[in-house]
């Protein structure tokens, strides 16, 4: 090329980034800046999309019944709240970005984070640095409010805690356990922070509560992996008394249908924490018997009027059954539509966290009819923990044992110790 | 001589240019866009060194932008090193990384390189995933990347820290571009058209591949340390091999004979992705609606396109001034 | 890292045969997926990187077929039909257009298609992970063969899948079509100035490879789960199993496919956190010393 069509082509490639920059900008039309009046913004990063897509659409469903309710109902001093739902497919940095321009681009003075544990560490940081008020509805990591490090004080988690669903479920079992003579124990989960976090603090209780418990075999599987044979032959192998997994959704699905052509459930004692969820139990084709399974949602859990009223009014505006994460989030909406209504309509993120640190709620997902937002670490006590028997029918669940919230306090307070994490 | 400070001159006034942006009060979400496509504009600028100038086509090349990622996000965290510091640690780091990967690959030809350059990438990636200990495993580094200040910059601030992107992105253009315009460059091309003839002719081919496997792995750790410092964490998904893929659509949508051309298609696609987001839920299907159109109806990157149909203009103009010059030439031979 | 177990495991007859078979099971559905893979890029040169989508929309076709026919052959069959003639459309359509080019606007285009269907199956099948269970005809217990146990519906599958595996290699081997194939695969424009219908054999070549990737997801689904994106984890493992057997080579497929079963099945037991990564280096080590696989042609 002569130099003097380089030069041309080269100033085509700059008017080429200028103008692309201009298009940029037709993307980041400015934020009207929303006094306190006209619509509540809510911005709400989750996954739509992919393996996990009934994530996003099981906690999307869950905040718009809240807040539509809400809004029928006048709203707050008359202003609409509205939710701006983005995808950020489970990507970390998507998430970060998503949630910069919910804030930046779209006007939005609140985030409730519908996002998995990953991409809600990314989340964090974002809110670390911006100051909105944020809840967390779906990550489990206990660490997120646990660790002193990561604490963000506009940042709130109303999901269900890793440590607290350990403890009681390692209670439950250690009382079957001992009931039934379950001495050897195998896990298989998968291999990934919530799966080992989950698992290792579950067996580590299970152990506590009950000194005659050891772990002879682990397996873990990749999450998504669709082959679980070699899992399950070493599972065969090891011939344990029970088996612990924290195995969801369709991976759940695929390896219960994969290990029933083993017959492993007849030899041995199964505690599978997410098989209850609607869209497993009810998936599962060929049910093992005597499985048990941990809480996540399920419309007779407790079995009170609000809570069969709030399942129904779920499944005829959302067309679909609840989710473990429908509950979070309808939690976190819940938390959040009475912090506004003390403040008066204010979003501004210190004064809602002021009104939401160590606010109590009525709601049917509580232990006593209520939940509670510890004051010290910005997370949900007193939500339902327990364990029942999985049912491959209607109710799905039977002899559901609450676990007491004392003693699960109790033993977090040393776990936090042990950890590193005590203030 | 003239060239190379004609390019300075555009980088200098692209630079300056980017500086604007915040002096003309553009709310944060254009800056954050832009960041967010200077850190994959150089993942995929410093692909298209291997692609579009040498006709290699890497699958992996992503390993090196999560190298330089999680190089510096340890670093930091670890509290021992300073930004610059940490910034050639991270750099040197995968350098090295690059020349021992690059070693082994680029005495393969074609796909075998591409799966060679996939199968490295997926075992860095095996073990970001693995070493739990050391890089968080699935859940990357968190805690946010701590950000001391140096030489009275402050990184925490968003402005100084587009501010920084801004010299560090185009301090690495204006790199490759002196690459792709020094005779190393052309011998790239070389390569990349013949690399039988230019063994004969002499050049040792395998050194000069892996050197240019190197410089590109470099500019892509630098994209990663950016992206780091944007989010102010790394993951694993950095260096997996749906970022590779991003990349080369990134080249393939812009247009790989171009300088520029990867820049655009990471302009194009960042667009393209942040729109489908804002308003449909359906982000896969429209997003890949829109690449059929774009390929099949193109079938090249526009960028390439624009500068066929320059370059045959060019060439239709040239020979219009030679058959008028033919015709007057003959005019005159008749009077 | 546990040799020990492993050590264990080779001296015991029972887990011999247990991991033996489950080798078998992962690798023959792996083989299914690969044949179709390696098939299409030996004779049209072409990465078909929307291979998962077939296998994925072959799982969901088989999952629909039974819930309306109840008889999971049909189903079966059905589905393997239904996505060869998707992937004759797929080629006709889209890939054709795109074969001359270089391989990353395959790449694209192909990309294209997965993001496309993705969406499609989570629009019309919704996001809910879906099972199909055990048809009844195989709710047997495990078969008990030398200490070892062995589903029978797996049974069914490993044979299912090598008898689909030898027909294939017979057609391609032993057939004029099979002839006219292969011949197209070293000289396309030669075959076609003969006077044949390239083209027509171009998209039969790609029905078929389409064909077993349907065939693949129909024996998965009954013991898996229906997910939009399931296509995406069979994918990378399918190139390796390509590229280690060789591209082209459907007996390389085969060999390949047993090998990184056996990797898997036996790895899970002697290191199960690196089977990934012991994967990948083996892809990697054909590569280096090599590069055309165990059984495949050098490269033209």
């Known amino acids: 090329m002569t130099s003097t069509e380089s030069r041309r082509a080269s100033r085509r490639q700059v008017l080429k980034g200028a103008g692309a920059l201009a298009a940029a900008g037709l993307v980041g039309a400015p934020a009207i800046s929303r006094a306190q009046t006209g619509a509540i913004k809510i911005g709400v990063p989750t996954i739509l999309s992919g393996r996990v897509a009934i994530l996003g659409q099981s906690s999307v469903g869950a905040l718009k019944m809240s807040f539509d309710k809400l809004n029928a109902e006048g709203g707050i001093n008359g202003r609409k709240i509205e939710m701006v739902v983005r995808d950020s497919k489970g990507a970390p940095q998507e998430a970060a970005k998503v949630t910069r321009d919910l804030i930046n681009n779209d006007g939005c003075q609140i985030i409730i984070d519908a996002e998995a544990s990953s991409a809600a560490f990314a989340v964090q940081e974002v809110i670390r640095e911006v100051g909105v008020l944020c809840i967390h509805t779906n990550s489990e990591t206990s660490s997120l409010t646990a660790d002193p490090k990561l604490y963000v004080p506009t940042a709130f988690r109303t999901a269900r805690q890793g440590i607290h669903d350990a403890i009681g479920g390692g209670d439950y079992a250690a009382k079957v356990a001992k009931a039934k003579g379950l001495k050897k124990w195998a896990t298989c989960s998968p291999d990934y922070a919530y799966g080992r976090s989950n698992t290792g603090e579950f067996m580590e209780y299970a152990k506590y509560f009950d000194g005659n418990i050891t772990v002879v075999e682990e397996t873990w599987p990749k999450l998504f992996q669709p082959d679980y044979t070699e899992v399950v032959t070493k599972l065969l192998n090891a011939k344990a008394d029970a088996m612990y997994s924290a195995l969801w959704g369709g991976d759940l699905v695929a390896f219960i249908d994969q290990a029933n052509l083993y017959a492993l459930f007849e030899k041995q004692a199964s505690f599978m924490v997410n098989l209850g969820d609607y869209g497993v139990v009810d998936q599962v084709k060929q049910f093992p018997q005597g499985v048990y399974s941990g809480g996540r949602y399920n419309r007779t859990v407790p079995p009170t009027p609000e809570n069969e009223a709030w399942y129904q009014e779920y499944v005829k505006t959302q067309k679909s059954k609840p989710t473990n994460w429908s509950w979070e989030n309808a939690v976190g909406a819940q938390f959040l539509i009475e912090a506004l209504k003390k403040t008066n309509g204010d979003t501004n993120g210190k004064k809602l966290a002021e009104a939401i640190k160590g606010a109590t709620i009525k709601t049917p997902f509580g232990d006593r009819g209520s939940i509670t937002m510890r004051a010290e670490d910005n997370t949900t006590i007193n939500y339902i923990i327990g364990y029942g028997l999985s049912l491959s029918k209607e109710p799905y669940i039977s002899d559901f044992k609450m676990s007491p919230w004392e003693p699960i306090l109790e033993l977090e307070k040393q776990w936090k110790k042990k950890q590193g994490y005590a203030t | 001589m003239t060239s190379r400070w004609r390019d300075l001159g555009l980088a200098g006034l692209g630079l300056v240019l980017l500086l604007l942006v915040p002096v003309f009060g553009a709310p944060p979400a254009i800056r954050d866009f832009i960041m967010f496509g200077m850190a994959y504009g150089l993942l995929a600028m410093s692909l298209n060194l291997l692609i579009g100038y040498t006709g290699l086509v890497s699958f992996g090349h992503a390993m090196f932008f999560a190298a330089g990622a999680y190089a510096f996000g340890l670093a930091m965290q670890s509290g021992k090193f300073s930004i610059p510091g940490a910034f050639v640690l991270a750099i040197g780091f995968t350098a090295l990384m690059a020349l021992i990967i690059g070693a082994i690959c680029v005495r393969l030809n074609e796909i075998y390189f591409a799966f060679l350059t996939l199968a490295f990438q997926m075992l860095f990636y095996n073990i970001i995933l693995g070493w739990v200990s050391f890089t968080g495993g699935d859940q990357g580094l968190m805690g946010g990347i701590p950000r001391p200040k140096f030489l009275g910059i402050d990184l925490a601030d968003r402005t100084q820290l587009y501010v920084f992107c801004s010299v560090a992105f185009v301090a690495c253009i204006a790199v490759l571009r002196q690459i792709v315009t020094s005779p190393f460059g052309y011998t790239l091309r070389m390569i990349r058209d013949n690399q039988e003839r230019a063994a004969f002719l002499g050049i040792n081919v395998t050194m000069v591949k892996l050197a240019c496997f190197v410089m590109s792995a470099c500019v892509a750790a630098v994209g990663g340390i950016l992206l780091t410092l944007f989010v102010s964490g790394a993951y694993p998904n950095f260096g997996f091999w749906t970022t590779s893929g991003e990349a080369i659509f990134m080249i393939l949508l812009g247009g790989s004979n171009v300088f520029l051309g990867p820049l655009v298609g990471t302009v194009i696609l960042r667009l393209l992705n942040d729109i489908t987001v804002t308003y449909t839920s359906h982000t896969e299907l429209v997003l890949g609606i829109v690449i059929l159109v774009l390929v099949l109806g193109l079938r090249k990157g526009p960028l390439d396109l624009l500068a066929e149909r320059w370059e045959n203009r060019r060439q239709a103009k040239a020979q219009a001034v030679r058959d008028a010059a033919d015709k007057d030439a003959q005019t005159g031979r008749d009077a | ?300």
């Open chain 3, 1 to 300: 890292m546990d040799l020990d177990a492993l050590l264990r495991c080779v001296g015991m007859t029972s887990c011999v045969v247990t991991q033996l078979t489950s080798g078998m099971i992962i690798g023959m559905l792996l083989f299914l997926i690969a044949s179709g893979v390696t098939l299409i890029f030996g004779v049209l040169n072409v990465i078909n990187f929307a291979h998962g989508s077939l296998y994925m929309i072959g799982a969901y076709a088989a999952w629909t077929f039974y819930q309306l026919t109840g008889s999971y052959f049909v189903s079966a069959l059905g589905a393997a039909v239904a996505v060869g003639v998707l992937g004759v459309l797929f080629e006709r359509v889209l890939m054709s257009k795109v074969y001359g080019s270089n391989v990353l606007m395959q790449l694209l285009v192909c990309y294209a298609v997965v993001l496309i269907s993705d969406d499609l199956i989570k629009i019309i099948w919704g996001p809910v992970p879906l099972s199909m269970g055990m048809p009844p005809e195989f709710r047997l217990p495990p078969v008990r063969f030398m200490g070892g146990v062995i589903p029978p519906f797996y049974i069914f599958m490993i044979l299912a899948a090598m008898a689909i595996g030898l027909l294939l290699w017979l057609v391609i081997g032993r057939t004029r079509f099979g002839s006219i194939v292969r011949a197209a695969a070293i000289n396309g424009p030669m075959v076609s100035a003969l006077g044949i219908r390239v083209n027509l054999y171009y998209a039969a070549v790609f029905g078929i490879g389409s064909a077993l990737a349907g065939a693949a997801g129909a024996l998965a689904a009954p013991v898996r789960s229906l997910t939009p994106g399931m296509g995406f984890s069979i994918l990378i493992e399918s190139f390796i199993v390509t590229v280690i057997g060789g591209m082209g080579s459907i007996v390389g497929a085969f060999a390949a496919s047993i090998i990184i079963g056996l990797t898997r099945s036996f790895g899970s037991i002697g290191f199960p956190l690196f089977v990934d990564g012991v994967m990948f280096l083996i892809m990697a080590l054909v590569l280096i010393f090599k590069p055309s696989g165990l059984f495949g042609r050098a490269h033209r």
